[in-house]
């Protein structure tokens, strides 16, 4: 009797334990669903959690691209040719790239920050630090937080004409494996720093208030243990095991309404409550403790190349969407530019789908921000979230000149 209730206390540890299921040979295949039908069967696959959604549905005619592992290959074709939906297959084994980019990125792995790699948490805060000791003046760091597991969030400050010039908020890496975007908020910071010369009426002018990466924990995990880690790493109490919500379904403005999850296992779970993720406290604490300072509030994931606005919560525009709208026909114009990459504009709801919860929805309607956008870098589904490192300094080139556009729309608007 006692070795069964050994053996029963065995089964439901393994039960209870989420097994990651291995990339090798796993596939990302792309679908355009032409039928309402065929779209709301994909919004309930995505809602499942089954299934990895890398571009999840947003209307018809519209690609719609899902990563699955080996042993959900077959599921995945059923359910999908069942309703009349083909797929194409566009990464044909997920692990193998992945495999080569941790090579490439070990064979070339520097302790000293560069844009020609990608770099974990740690060596991004020490660059901030180090910029902070080298550039006193025009640079500074201070500690505004703490993620779940411990490590120091840093909110870096630069710009050199005085606390009370307007400003813009800039945060990356909400979503843990979009590496990209760190990447070109990091890059965009040297930009600023390093040719302060070249920008110095721009610096004197406005304030950039930087985070880099919001979702500390996450990003780290994914250099660690699980490259397509997508939320944060809090305890859920799931009785499966399942860690982390999304950190962006997790902000308090019609939170959990429409595109999100209830489940913990669910890579777009909105979280046990508003704002029950520690680091989305942080975010929102400065940008509360900042208030009227923040003229715009920039967050950049990937991918897709969009450059959106709010709401995401309902298709229904801000009153002053017009004014969103020109601002960001006038940055892309200036990104499309510098190597040809296309972006859409558009609201949230209108150019992806609608999903609460999300911290640009937030900056505006709560925080006060408004201009609020959400940028989606490169690319549209080639490499999704596995981008070459190759392509961080060309990312990082074209969305700096939107950057600009943006800073000096700041200055000439606000500035005294």
């Not at 090798?24 to 990895?52: I, S």
């Not at 844009?115 to 006193?136: C, E, G």
Request: hydrophobic share 35%.
């Amino acid at each position: 009797m006692k070795a069964l209730v050994v053996l029963a206390c065995v089964v439901l540890a393994a039960l209870a334990t989420p097994t990651k299921p291995s990339l090798k040979e796993a596939k990302v295949v792309r679908v355009v669903p032409h039928t309402e039908e065929q779209l709301h069967h994909l919004h309930q696959l995505l809602l499942q959690g089954r299934y990895d959604f890398w571009q999840e549905p947003r209307g018809l005619n519209t690609p719609v691209d899902i990563m699955a592992a080996l042993r959900d290959l077959p599921g995945l074709a059923a359910t999908l040719s069942g309703r009349g939906l083909k797929p194409t297959v566009m990464i044909h084994d997920v692990g193998r790239l992945v495999e080569q980019q941790t090579v490439e990125r070990l064979q070339h792995h520097t302790r000293a920050m560069d844009w020609h790699n990608y770099h974990d948490y740690n060596t991004i805060n020490a660059w901030m630090a180090q910029l902070a000791s080298d550039h006193p003046d025009l640079c500074q760091l201070e500690k505004v937080g703490t993620s779940y597991e411990g490590r120091t969030m840093n909110l870096l400050t630069v710009g050199s004409g005085g606390a009370d010039k307007p400003g813009i908020f800039i945060d990356g890496g909400i979503h843990a494996r979009e590496w990209i975007s760190p990447a070109t908020v990091t890059y965009m910071v040297n930009e600023l720093v390093t040719n302060r010369d070249t920008y110095s009426d721009l610096l004197s002018s406005v304030n950039f208030y930087v985070m880099p990466s919001i979702n500390p924990d996450g990003y780290q995990y994914t250099f660690t243990d699980d490259r397509m880690w997508r939320k944060t790493r809090s305890d859920t109490n799931s009785p499966f095991g399942c860690k982390g919500a999304d950190p962006n379904r997790n902000w308090d403005f019609h939170w959990n309404e429409v595109g999100a999850s209830s489940s913990p296992c669910s890579d777009i779970y909105a979280g046990s409550a508003p704002f029950s993720e520690v680091e989305m406290r942080v975010v929102r604490d400065e940008i509360i403790r900042l208030g009227s300072k923040i003229k715009v509030y920039l967050t950049f994931h990937s991918f897709s190349q969009l450059w959106m606005y709010p709401w995401g919560y309902t298709s229904a525009l801000p009153d002053d969407w017009q004014d969103l709208d020109n601002l960001a026909q006038d940055a892309v114009s200036a990104l499309t530019a510098v190597h040809g990459t296309r972006y859409e504009i558009g609201s949230s709801t209108n150019t992806i789908y609608a999903a609460a919860g999300g911290s640009d929805d937030w900056a505006k309607g709560v925080g006060g921000v408004k201009y609020a956008y959400t940028v989606e870098l490169r690319d549209q589904g080639s490499y999704g979230f596995l981008l070459p490192a190759s392509q961080i300094i060309p990312s990082g080139e074209e969305t700096f000149e939107a950057l600009k556009v943006v800073a000096n729309f700041v200055k000439n608007t606000y500035s005294k």
